[in-house]
């Protein structure tokens, strides 16, 4: 079945950097985009980024634009999303979504995720 | 960026109740919204995609409707495993953006 397994998680001072991974089983990985959406305590659902099947296309949230990047290895079946630059209003679990289908938008949905990890960031 | 607007923002209800959330586009988005379903600490389920067809495995009492701005989720008969939380989101265009939730809550 398919499964999505964020890890990378943890407690960091602001301005330091994270790195999430997300490993995809159970599916044909490069068919599908992945996104990442974060959830601070308590609070709604917020999108991050996305990145293409093969790589070459991402978007991301203003709020995090130049100072977050995300990669994928296809080779592997991940997907990576470095964070650098932290801020304490980056607190928050981060899940790892598939993109549903390879028609745009429709992809712009999300129909797989995994459990989410949570990174803190505090001094 | 589209700004998604729903409500209410809590709702409660008893088992068997009809139960309506609307969520409001700040422009147009055809029919490129989503519904989901989250609970405390689980990761949110696709529920309603395209405003109104019915993610596989997600019992037929859920229904969406709407295009343009004006989206609804319906549940026809609630059941106990149904409290939890919604979200809209809308696919139109990035940044993708999500509703702020609605609480279902039991009455």
């Known amino acids: 079945q398919v499964q999505l397994v964020e890890s990378g998680g943890g407690v960091v001072q602001p301005g330091r950097s994270l790195r999430l991974s997300c490993a995809a089983s159970?599916?044909?990985?490069?068919?599908?985009?992945v996104h990442w959406i974060r959830q601070a305590p308590g609070k709604g659902l917020e999108w991050v980024a996305v990145?293409?099947?093969?790589?070459?296309?991402?978007h991301f949230a203003d709020s995090v634009k130049g100072r977050f990047t995300i990669s994928r290895d296809n080779s592997k079946n991940a997907v990576y999303l470095q964070m650098d630059s932290l801020r304490p209003e980056d607190t928050a679990v981060y899940f790892c979504?598939?993109?549903?289908?390879?028609?745009?938008?429709?992809?712009?949905?999300?129909?797989?995720w995994g459990q989410g990890t949570l990174a803190t960031v505090s001094s | 960026d589209i700004q998604m607007t729903q409500s209410p923002s809590s709702v409660s209800a008893s088992v068997g109740d009809r139960v309506i959330i609307t969520c409001r586009a700040s422009?147009?988005?055809?029919?490129?919204l989503a519904w989901y379903q989250q609970k405390p600490g689980k990761a949110p389920k696709l529920l309603i995609y395209?405003?109104?067809s019915l993610q596989s495995g997600v019992p037929s009492r859920f229904s969406g409707s709407g295009s343009g701005t004006d989206f609804t989720l319906t549940i026809s008969s609630l059941q106990p495993e149904d409290f939890a939380t919604y979200y809209c989101?809308?696919?139109?265009?990035?940044?993708?953006?999500f509703g702020g939730g609605t609480k279902v809550e039991i009455k």
């Open positions: 989101q809308q696919a139109n265009s990035y940044p993708l953006t």
């Open positions: 159970g599916f044909t990985f490069t068919t599908y985009p």
């Open positions: 422009q147009d988005i055809s029919s490129w």
């Open positions: 990145i293409s099947r093969d790589g070459r296309t991402e």
């Open positions: 395209t405003a109104s």
């Open positions: 979504a598939r993109g549903m289908g390879d028609i745009l938008p429709q992809t712009r949905f999300f129909d797989s």
